[in-house]
T-cell receptor, first 113, second 113 residues
């Protein structure tokens, strides 16, 4: 069964900390995505990557960066965490641009205090 | 006008009812249409996937796409308490540089025993 694994289900971090959220997929998918999900706002795309070492900004990249050194791993970095980055973070991957369906991870609930 | 509109609900129905969930969209280039189901504190999972117009049935679930009206629906027959979740519609065009899905904000469904 295909899988997208996010390293943590729950995280609590302090304001100003550098935070790393890790995502690994075992499906040899080219495309990987990071979203945040907030009540009333739905899913908002932060960054995506369609190949190793490639990255593209999504709708809300400010305050975030990403790294994709290997095909199976896509990391989201909060350079200096702030309370408005408290959210559910979801990683997803997809096989090809034409098929379009994503496989999501279970999410990381991040609280910044 | 938002690209994809979805009534957030919440929608509450008795067990056994037929449920209708809907999305409207404005981008006539969308060709791929999906429904995701998201249980509380979990990542979304792909439920139904259709290409262009028409119907698709899978067990108790039927997805309909009406491109002329820019309207998609998900019907759930004989609804069960286990169907209680948030349902997200998603869509994508078939452009060469198209990696991303556009999501609705989701409809929260509760099926009452």
């Amino acid at each position: 069964d295909v899988k997208v694994t996010q390293s943590s289900r729950y995280l609590v971090k302090r304001t100003g900390e550098k935070v790393f959220l890790e995502c690994v997929q075992d499906m040899d998918h080219e495309n990987m995505f990071w979203y945040r999900q907030d009540p009333g706002l739905g899913l908002r795309l932060i960054y995506f990557s369609y190949d190793v070492k490639m990255k593209e900004k999504g709708d809300i990249p400010e305050g975030y960066s990403v790294s994709r050194e290997k095909k199976e791993r896509f990391s989201l970095i909060l350079e200096s965490a702030s309370t408005n980055q408290t959210s559910m973070y979801l990683c997803a991957s997809s096989l090809s641009r034409k098929v379009g369906g994503y496989t999501f991870g279970s999410g990381t609930r991040l609280t910044v205090v | 006008q938002k690209e994809v509109e979805q009534d957030p609900g919440p929608l509450s129905v008795p067990e056994g009812a037929i449920v209708s969930l809907n999305c409207t969209y404005s981008n006539s280039a969308f060709q791929y249409f999906m429904w995701y189901r998201q249980y509380s504190r979990k990542g979304p999972e792909l439920l139904m996937y259709t290409y262009s117009s028409g119907n698709k049935e899978d067990g108790r679930f039927t997805a309909q796409v009406d491109k002329s009206s820019k309207y998609i629906s998900l019907f759930i027959r004989d609804s069960q308490p286990s169907d209680s979740a948030t349902y997200l519609c998603a869509m994508k065009d078939s452009g060469a540089g198209s990696y991303q899905l556009t999501f609705g904000k989701g409809t929260k469904l509760s099926v009452i025993p």
